[in-house]
């Protein structure tokens, strides 16, 4: 069996770093906001080149709780896709404000162009699908010409860049999902927000913890939303080995393109691409799936309905047709296994499975 991701291989890899780190805190007897959330903050801003980093209990409340510290509400507009993860436009209604989507592009990011005719809106939220990088210069230069927000979904792009710079650092805030089959991902729920704002970081803080100014004093309600001690020390382990393991993700989907060039339509060849995962878009979809399925490959479909037809968003409006690129791709994406440890093997097995597919 050939899984989508493999999360033992990788604990395999670095078990005696892993079970140290874990050990300690188990001893320390410090479970909640420690040192070690303090010392990844410090890594993981550093990682990101941002000032600061808040860690949070998952990708959907860093995304959360920067909507809220941007004082994104009741009556605001907050433009994203809808070809994402649910919580990138659950986190909009959770505050009070209205999802208004627009279509992708031929690789399923945000498409800019159509982002121009949703003007005003207080806030955009572009997603880094798979990992690969939106064009951020465009966009920052939309957001001061036209004054909204910018708070990056990048829960599936950690490690990705964008012209040399790390995505996450572009918008007003940049949000990472440690949910364990990303790039850096936890033995749980986790999650960050990167800033460079100094007032945005610090009311982050306070909102993850209830509100709290100091011990037990409240100037507003908040969550119970921690990055526990025990994340954070396995979280600080991984980020050492991070930049090896997307360069190796680079490698494998390199591989896969040259078995695969001519056959289906390959993912973006997009430098910063950091590749969480390796999706092609082929027809026969399901009948594809299906036969490497029997053959024990296991793939995923991320998407295969748009958020503008899921009934959570009906009360929206929008119709079949709206979004046609959305709506394409979500017939024809297919995520094939993508994992740093994933032997040359592993790819000229699904690559010739698939060729035996089209060849039948
Ligand atoms: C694009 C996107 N946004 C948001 C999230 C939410 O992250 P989490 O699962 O850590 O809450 C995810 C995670 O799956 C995601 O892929």
Not at 154 to 171: E, M, Y
Not at 224 to 235: M, V, Y
Request: glycine share 8%; with cysteine.
């Amino acid at each position: 069996m050939i899984p989508l991701v493999d999360l033992q291989a990788q604990y395999k890899a670095i078990q005696p770093e892993l079970d140290q780190a874990l050990l300690e805190v188990v001893r320390s007897g410090q479970y909640i906001l420690g040192k070690q959330l303090a010392l990844l903050e410090c890594e993981l801003a550093f990682f990101a080149g941002c000032s600061y980093a808040v860690g949070v209990a998952s990708g959907t409340d860093a995304l959360f709780l920067s909507l809220v510290a941007l004082g994104i509400g009741k009556g605001d507009k907050v433009v994203t896709t809808p070809f994402t993860f649910i919580a990138t436009a659950e986190v909009i209604v959770r505050c009070g404000a209205t999802p208004v989507f627009v279509d992708v592009d031929s690789n399923g990011n945000i498409d800019l162009n159509m982002v121009e005719h949703k003007m005003p809106c207080k806030a955009v939220i572009p997603v880094h699908l798979y990992g690969n990088p939106v064009n951020m210069t465009e966009l920052m230069k939309m957001s001061s010409m036209r004054n909204f927000l910018v708070v990056e979904d990048a829960c599936q792009a950690l490690g990705a860049t964008w012209d040399g710079k790390k995505i996450g650092s572009f918008g007003h805030t940049g949000c990472f999902s440690f949910f364990p089959s990303k790039n850096l991902g936890a033995t749980g729920d986790a999650g960050m927000v990167v800033t460079n704002d100094e007032q945005v970081a610090s009311l982050i803080k306070k909102l993850r913890n209830h509100g709290a100014s100091t011990h037990y004093m409240y100037d507003s309600h908040g969550l119970n939303s921690r990055l526990d001690e025990i994340q954070a020390a396995i979280l600080r382990v991984k980020l050492k080995h991070l930049d090896e393991w997307v360069k190796s993700r680079r490698e494998l989907a390199y591989l896969y393109d040259s078995y695969l060039s001519g056959i289906v339509t390959l993912p973006p060849d997009i430098e910063g691409h950091a590749q969480n995962y390796y999706t092609i878009q082929v027809h026969d979809r399901d009948e594809l799936r299906q036969y490497l399925a029997e053959n024990e490959i296991s793939t995923a479909i991320y998407y295969p309905l748009p958020l503008h037809l899921q009934k959570v968003y009906s009360y929206l409006g929008y119709k079949k047709g709206a979004f046609p690129m959305a709506e394409s791709l979500s017939e024809k994406v297919l995520s094939l296994p993508m994992y740093p440890e994933l032997p040359e093997e592993g790819i000229i097995v699904i690559c010739d499975k698939i060729k035996e597919f089209y060849q039948r």
